[in-house]
């Protein structure tokens, strides 16, 4: 890598538009329908299961008489009619009451992410094991109340609307700040290696495993449902992946210019204020590298610190 890769653009006195943001009710009401159906009372019935009920299923797939790998579960709970299953699956489960069981034939689509069962004919066997209804509250003065701090409906929704706002406002700021060091990048002159694009695509690559891990997914099973190979999406990536590592490059050249800096002891209060969300704090340092992850730390506060001086230098209006 050359010693001097950038010549760095103007990057004080930038313009930028700040959008006109606003809460509408339709917002606030989803809101308030996701506070009601996280407080809603599971009530176990001796009824049909119907569509929308709660259940919790023995289930297992077999194809041509053998049992696919992974293809069962015990206990399994699903909404009926939310479409988690294969095509089909659902709906023959409406009708059965708890203790029934019931063997079905299905064909799975043809594009179905599964590779070994996409267009096969599967055979499955089902036991019900739990019928329940979602019983929800009202929304009304009473309800604000349970929820701890507030007398009144309105009072509740005056403070997800502020809620709401926030986080528009963080989102808003967030683009601002990608937007001002976006044209520092596109007016600087950059000698962009390519080792720093191949370990950026690298970063990405991990970011997104570790996304998909969250959700409970394997990397393999998600490769399979987009068609698509590592290689498909490195080279998918590789203008982003061009972009952030000459954005990574001017942020550091502000930094370095401007004199910014970060102490030890900034760097420590910030991962120990990071680390106070986990409950065996001792544990965790034990697992992870902690030199790397001040050097990590080190960097994100060097970088919060060159977006307020962007900010604070630019004209947003």
């Not at 407080?39 to 299961?49: D, F, S």
């Not at 409906?153 to 926030?166: F, R």
Request: glycine residues 6%; proline residues 2%; neutral net charge.
């Amino acid at each position: 890598m050359k010693a001097n890769p950038i010549e760095l653009a103007n990057y004080k006195g930038l313009k930028a538009k700040k959008r006109g943001l606003k809460v509408d009710g339709k917002e606030i009401n989803n809101a308030l329908n996701y506070l009601q159906q996280s407080r809603a009372k599971i009530i176990t019935i001796n009824e049909p299961a119907y569509r929308g009920a709660q259940v919790e299923i023995d289930f297992e797939i077999r194809q041509t008489g053998v049992k696919i790998e992974d293809g069962g579960s015990r206990n399994h709970p699903l909404i009926l009619g939310e479409g988690r299953f294969l095509p089909g699956f659902e709906e023959n489960l409406v009708g059965m009451k708890a203790g029934e069981e019931k063997e079905f034939s299905l064909k799975a689509p043809a594009d179905w992410g599964d590779k070994r069962i996409a267009g096969k004919n599967l055979e499955i066997k089902v036991k019900m094991n739990i019928v329940q209804k979602r019983e929800l509250p009202e929304i009304n003065d009473e309800f604000a109340k349970s929820l701890g701090k507030f007398n009144s409906l309105d009072i509740l929704k005056k403070n997800i609307e502020e809620g709401l706002m926030q986080e528009k406002e963080l989102v808003e700021k967030q683009r601002i700040r990608i937007e001002l060091i976006e044209k520092v990048a596109d007016d600087s002159k950059i000698d962009l290696p390519e080792e720093l694009v191949n370990r950026e695509t690298e970063t990405m690559l991990e970011e997104l495993k570790f996304s998909i891990k969250q959700f409970g997914l394997d990397f393999e099973t998600y490769l399979n449902q987009i068609k698509a190979s590592v290689e498909d999406l490195k080279k998918g990536w590789k203008k982003q992946a061009e972009k952030r590592a000459k954005i990574g490059l001017c942020l550091k050249a502000i930094a370095d210019k401007e004199g910014i800096n970060v102490e030890n002891e900034e760097v420590e209060q910030k991962i120990n204020g990071n680390l106070k969300r986990y409950n065996n704090v001792e544990r965790v340092k034990k697992d992870i590298d902690l030199n790397a992850l001040k050097e990590y730390t080190k960097n994100i506060i060097i970088n919060e610190k060159v977006f307020e001086l962007l900010e604070r230098e630019a004209e947003i209006i």
